[in-house]
């Protein structure tokens, strides 16, 4: 009997012990369930710059632009105009925000996306696997070509491009093209010699500091316009078609598909091609602006 009354004592001691214990994890669940939205809330990762998503809480594109004429020319009053531009601004309207532009030096612009300085590259880049490895391009958007300007005093006993791969010969293009890798390949035994924009290129090849300069279309043709008699384009055809896209930051692919999807309702409604054919087909841009290369 003794030994009965002594379990019943221990059981009811225990039951008494496993009901404070379920009441205390019921109380640290509730407490658990309360916190979590808050800690999840904590935890959700906020928006990197140059993502779809940062663009459109801040309301701003930042646009990485060079100074390459008809892209991007900057005009006596310091405006910004070219193809580019357009592009930029027409981008930036049908994603609701507003675009800020920001000007590089070409072999610094890739640097400036990669430190997520700016949003996107709108400046003619031209699509190639080695740029491809830094970042993500969306489909093509124009297509141009590399040519050549040569300066005529220099080059007038020429007869071909033969001529002009010669170790005596100094051939020029902006660094870290491109046009540059071009030139390595074309003119393999010429003296090339790179400048950081094309404006400088430019004076090098019409004051006769150099034998020739490749460059993209249509550059060649305007140089030779504006300064008859000193050089001449004497390629019929380029040297190589290139494809330009527009360089953002990997790891967001929601912004390459609205750019891809910018890109194929533009050449739907043949914008993108009046727009390029205002800047590179024609020369009324420059009786508005009264610029040149």
Not at 79 to 95: H, P, S, T, Y
Not at 133 to 140: G, T
Not at 271 to 286: G, I, M, N, P, R
């Amino acid at each position: 009997m003794l030994t009965i009354i002594n379990q019943g004592g221990n059981m009811h001691t225990h039951q008494s012990f496993v009901h404070k214990l379920l009441f205390c994890m019921t109380v640290l669940l509730g407490c658990a369930l309360t916190l979590s939205p808050m800690a999840a809330a904590e935890n959700i990762p906020k928006s990197r710059p140059g993502t779809l998503k940062s663009i459109l809480e801040k309301g701003t594109l930042r646009v990485g632009v060079s100074l390459f004429t008809p892209w991007t020319l900057k005009t006596k009053n310091g405006q910004l105009v070219g193809f580019e531009m357009d592009v930029a601004k027409q981008l930036a309207k049908d994603l609701g925000v507003k675009p800020e532009f920001h000007v590089f030096e070409w072999e610094n612009i890739v640097p400036a996306l990669l430190k997520r300085e700016i949003d996107i590259i709108v400046a003619g880049m031209v699509i190639t696997p080695q740029r491809a490895l830094k970042v993500n391009f969306s489909q093509p958007y124009a297509t141009s070509g590399v040519g050549l300007v040569t300066n005529i005093a220099l080059t007038k006993h020429f007869t071909g491009l033969k001529h002009l791969n010669d170790p005596s010969i100094i051939i020029t293009a902006v660094k870290d093209t491109v046009s540059e890798e071009l030139a390595r390949r074309v003119f393999s035994h010429a003296t090339l010699k790179t400048f950081p924009s094309s404006q400088e290129a430019i004076q090098a090849v019409t004051t006769g500091k150099v034998h020739g300069y490749v460059e993209l279309n249509p550059i060649p043709a305007y140089v030779v316009l504006d300064h008859p008699g000193l050089v001449d384009a004497p390629l019929s055809k380029p040297l190589l078609t290139t494809k330009a896209g527009f360089a953002a930051n990997k790891g967001d692919p929601d912004f390459m598909h609205f750019l891809n999807a910018w890109i194929i309702s533009h050449e739907a409604d043949i914008w993108l091609a009046s727009t390029h054919k205002h800047w590179f087909d024609t020369l009324d841009w420059q009786k508005e602006f009264g610029e040149t290369p």
